[in-house]
C-alpha cells in the first residue's frame, strides 16, 4: 500500500471508520495485505470488501484485511460518504 494510501486509511481510521469490532480469535497474516491481531484487540473497520466476509481493518496502527468470522461487530456498519474534496 503506498505511503499517501496508507495515510489516507489511517486519518479514517481516526474519525472511527464505518464501524468497530472486537477480535474473538489471534489471527496470524497469511498474505500480504492481511491484518494481524490478537483475541480482544479492537479493530476499526474501514470497509466491507468485495469479496464475502472480508473486511478492511486498522489495528495497532497497521492497515489490512481480515474475515468477518474472525470478530464480534458492535452493532450495525455505517454507509461510507464520499466526500468531493477541495483543493
Do not use: N
Not at 486509511?9 to 490478537?38: H, N, P, Q, S
Amino acid at each position: 500500500m503506498a505511503a499517501q494510501e496508507l495515510a489516507r486509511w489511517t486519518r479514517f481510521a481516526a474519525k472511527g471508520g464505518v464501524g468497530r469490532c472486537t477480535a474473538t480469535v489471534d489471527c496470524v497474516a497469511r498474505e500480504i495485505g492481511d491484518l494481524m491481531f490478537l483475541k480482544d484487540d479492537e479493530i476499526t473497520v474501514l470497509m466491507q470488501l468485495p469479496e464475502s466476509g472480508y473486511y478492511l481493518g486498522f489495528c495497532e496502527g497497521v492497515v489490512g484485511r481480515f474475515s468477518g468470522t474472525d470478530v464480534k461487530f458492535h452493532g450495525k456498519l455505517k454507509r461510507p460518504i464520499m466526500a468531493k474534496r477541495g483543493s
